[in-house]
């Protein structure tokens, strides 16, 4: 008995074909640029990320799917280099596919939204997007939990497609300097974030102040800059206070 029903076993388990399902993300067919609109309404983004079925089985209309959106900045340490997050409240999009998706069959799904931050100079940033299926009827499991997330790297312009280009700015976190090394002009600019009452030193490495200046009350730029004529050559800190937030970097003089 024991034996007929080990054959019957192997003969079922030999007749059934397993059907595997591996939802990936093929490529971000946009944005390849961002382009602030202006610094009141911020910047638009229209993604289409094209998710591909690598596996065996059709996915079916109907099926649940999650999705998101990060624009990162690399110049942030982790954790704090996420400048906006599509859904803003939710760690992902729960939808609803519209169509099958056969075998090596893709599928676009579209963001429409406005980044309500802007930026003055242009700078690199990352798109990462994520997919994955959710909740089939079948219980199946993404057998390639891998190809599910990517990052494209791209360039965030401010609204005039202007001024310093990427390879030229310095930057780091939230204050920009440029350029750096600086001749008679020191430009400082604030990023992805509000302006508040702003003071911009330049202190020298003994911890003495060569340059201190006010800016209050100002909230539609953050675009400041110090005339650096009188300043010694050599290496300073620049340190800009933004209401309670405070700011430091190296920057260079050389006449």
């Known amino acids: 008995?024991?034996?007929?029903?080990?054959?019957?076993?192997?003969?079922?388990?030999?007749?059934?074909?397993?059907?595997q399902v591996?939802?990936?993300i093929k490529s971000l067919k946009s944005p390849?640029?961002?382009?602030?609109?202006s610094s009141t309404t911020g910047t638009p983004i229209v993604a289409v990320i094209e998710c591909e079925n690598l596996g065996t089985e059709t996915?079916?209309?109907?099926?649940?799917?999650?999705?998101?959106?990060?624009?990162?900045?690399?110049d942030l340490p982790a954790g704090q280099n996420i400048l906006y997050r599509y859904p803003e409240n939710a760690s992902y999009v729960l939808a609803v596919l519209s169509e099958d998706?056969?075998?090596?069959?893709?599928?676009?799904?579209?963001?429409?939204?406005?980044?309500?931050?802007?930026?003055?100079?242009?700078?690199?940033?990352?798109?990462?997007?994520?997919?994955?299926?959710?909740?089939?009827?079948?219980?199946?499991?993404?057998?390639?939990?891998?190809?599910?997330?990517?990052?494209?790297?791209?360039?965030?312009?401010?609204?005039?497609?202007?001024?310093?280009?990427?390879?030229?700015?310095?930057?780091?976190?939230?204050?920009?300097a440029y350029p750096n090394p600086a001749n008679d002009i020191l430009n400082v600019e604030l990023l992805?974030?509000?302006?508040?009452d702003v003071k911009i030193e330049l202190v020298d490495l003994v911890g003495k102040s060569v340059?201190?200046?006010?800016?209050?009350?100002l909230s539609e730029h953050g675009a400041f800059q110090l005339s650096t004529t009188s300043i010694k050559n050599g290496v300073y800190i620049l340190k800009v206070t933004n209401g309670s937030e405070i700011s430091t970097r190296k920057v260079t003089i050389s006449h």
């Open 59 to 74: 996915v079916k209309a109907g099926d649940s799917i999650i999705f998101n959106l990060l624009v990162l900045s690399p």
């Open 211 to 217: 340059i201190s200046e006010g800016f209050p009350n």
């Open 101 to 176: 998706v056969p075998p090596n069959g893709t599928y676009d799904i579209t963001i429409n939204q406005t980044i309500p931050i802007y930026t003055s100079i242009s700078i690199n940033v990352v798109v990462g997007v994520s997919s994955y299926l959710l909740d089939r009827s079948a219980n199946l499991i993404d057998s390639d939990s891998t190809n599910n997330l990517l990052g494209a790297p791209i360039i965030w312009y401010n609204e005039y497609r202007n001024g310093v280009s990427v390879n030229e700015v310095d930057y780091n976190g939230k204050v920009a």
């Open 1 to 19: 008995m024991k034996k007929t029903l080990t054959l019957l076993l192997l003969t079922i388990c030999a007749s059934t074909t397993f059907a």
């Open 32 to 37: 390849t640029e961002l382009v602030t609109e």
């Open 192 to 196: 992805y974030t509000k302006v508040a």
């Open 22 to 24: 591996n939802w990936a």
